[in-house]
């Protein structure tokens, strides 16, 4: 049974995480353009302008998805509660994995949306 609990908290990092982090990307982004912290590509970090719609976009997407993938992930466990530990291992990789897959997911509609409202030289339409 405890290794129910550590799988469940686990797979509750990653929503948990993307609603955080989500949330202090779209309400608070980072004042100065670095290449250690924040959303970094080279089309967000272009000038302020490009970083800081990059941040709102992302961030608002990452606080929604968490929200959205963290009730099935709650409830994908449940059935599983007093099953074995391989089917509560390979469940709870199965749903890690399409949690990490969506996350990297989300890089694609910034990116398109920074495409469709800025030039490749960061000067928006």
Request: charged share 20%; proline share 4%; with cysteine.
């Amino acid at each position: 049974m405890w290794f129910w609990w550590f799988m469940f908290c686990c797979d509750i990092l990653i929503p948990v995480t993307m609603i955080a982090c989500g949330w202090m990307m779209w309400k608070h982004c980072p004042k100065n353009i670095n290449g250690l912290m924040g959303y970094r590509t080279s089309r967000s970090m272009k000038n302020m302008d490009t970083w800081k719609f990059a941040h709102e976009h992302c961030g608002e997407l990452w606080w929604k998805i968490g929200w959205i993938i963290l009730i099935p992930s709650i409830i994908v466990h449940i059935p599983f509660y007093k099953t074995d530990e391989n089917t509560i291992g390979v469940v709870g990789g199965i749903l890690a994995t399409m949690q990490v897959i969506i996350l990297i997911a989300s890089i694609f509609p910034t990116e398109r949306a920074l495409k469709r409202n800025f030039t490749d030289d960061g000067i928006r339409r």
